[in-house]
């Protein structure tokens, strides 16, 4: 890397209700987006009791795209546009908000009534402005159907965007890129300036970055320079958290893609370039004029705090 240093964000637990908690990367303080995401939200992994109340009731969104990406365990994904979808590891779910959508984020019933471990991430991606009000929409891309490539001794999932020869059949509305990287104990990875913006992130064990004295900890977000690439390395005695079998190294999230082109505004679950949209969204919303997912009557109430234009 250039002599400019690695942003590092630690980020902080946010507790979702009923006592699930996430680790928040984005945003934050130090950097509100790297590319086009500005949500970063790690969950688990979490053993989930029958007993738990970690379901997320409908609750609306506007602006953004989110999409969700597990691996471990699984989540029902409703919506007013009538998806039903079960979200399972190695799949991306692709949910644009654009005008406004409703969804909500359930136990599935093939996991009622016993335990599992629940463990995945949920980014946020800003809409271009040209594209805020698209029509919502909601697409699923199996595991199977998401390239996957040895590079040295890693494994690479193209999740989104293009890496390594591979790309993702994921369709966005910028340039994107998202990996799910397996790095083995011992081995290094060349990643290359792959995207104008990029940051790495290790579930599970410490890192070294080239040009980087201290390693990057594991469940801390490491932006780099702009258009600058690394070579990341798995040390040999990489202590996992939580424990892997020997040699089995880590579990890297690669996020990033073309800037943002203006800034953005962002508020509960609302994201807009203008703020009289946010003020709209949160009456609409008030009003239940939003839509509504089939067959629940939950929903989720605006917080108290309101948006101030």
Known sequence: MSGEPLLRLKGHDKDLGGGFTVRRLLPSLQRRTVGPFLFFDHFGPVTVHPRDEYD???HPHIGLATVTYQ???AMMHRDSLGSLQQIEPGAINWMTSGRGIVHSERRPETLAGRDYVNHGVQLWAALPREHEEVAPAFVHTPAEAIPEVRVGDAVVRVLIGTAFGQTSPVATFAPTLYLDVQLPAGAA???????PEMAIYSVNAD????GEAAPLPALTLGVLPQGQGTTVRCPADAVTSPPTPPGAGARI????????????????????SRKERIVQAAQDWEDQAMGKVPGEVEWIPLPERRFKP
Do not use: K
């Open 207 to 210: 890192l070294l970055l080239d």
């Open 56 to 58: 997320v009731r409908p």
């Open 253 to 272: 999230v690669v996020i990033g893609g073309a800037p943002l082109d203006g800034p953005r505004h962002m508020w509960w679950n609302f994201v807009s």
């Open 71 to 73: 691996f471990e365990g």
């Open 189 to 195: 990875l060349d990643l290359p300036a792959l995207a």
